[in-house]
């Protein structure tokens, strides 16, 4: 039989405090408990940026696409001109008749590595647009032909928006533009 020796490895009364080997095991608990709180506050920030620049990007694609719908409506094009009137500048385009007046025009450019949507009483600015290109058609099933701007953001994103001028836009507006030589074709 194995015996004790008194005192080795027992507590006297009136003693308190933990063994050596109650306090390896206790510190070998918290740290696997910490590197696992560690590892895990790590996934989740880093989660938190992805999302973050999720909705910033989300919030900016919507801010352009009121901008430009809101312009674009703005735009009253004459029932006898076949649609937008446009000129094509070094930097970006300029279409007329921005509140029926045919010398305003609502203009987009490109100003170093940003685009700059200018009404004639406020300038929108859109930091992470790379590229855009405008296009019409020649003729549309709605007297006028929808705009549709194709935007390219810093990153690669690409969005769509098609819109008819003089009006908020029908559902299904892509569908209203009908092969035929371009009115309007600028890339910048």
Do not use: C, N
Request: cysteine-free; aromatic content about 8%; proline content about 4%.
């Amino acid at each position: 039989m194995l015996s004790r020796r008194s005192g080795e490895g027992r507590k006297s009364e009136g003693e308190q405090g933990f063994t050596l080997a109650e306090t390896a095991v206790g510190l070998a608990a918290a740290a696997v408990l910490a590197s696992v709180v560690y590892a895990s506050a790590l996934s989740g920030s880093s989660s938190a940026e992805r999302l973050t620049r999720s909705v910033i990007f989300d919030m900016e694609v919507l801010r352009l696409d009121q901008v430009l719908r809101g312009g674009v409506a703005r735009l009253a094009t004459p029932f006898w001109l076949p649609a937008v009137r446009s000129e094509v500048t070094r930097d970006g385009v300029r279409l007329f008749h921005l509140d029926g007046e045919s010398d305003r025009y609502l203009e987009l450019t490109r100003s170093g590595s940003r685009l700059e949507i200018w009404d004639g009483r406020h300038r929108e600015l859109f930091p992470s647009v790379e590229q855009v290109r405008v296009r019409s058609r020649a003729r549309s099933r709605f007297g006028v032909p929808p705009l549709s701007f194709d935007v390219t953001f810093v990153g690669g994103e690409r969005i769509s928006i098609v819109v008819l001028p003089g009006a908020f836009p029908l559902p299904g507006d892509e569908a209203a533009l009908v092969d035929g030589a371009a009115d309007l074709d600028a890339l910048f």
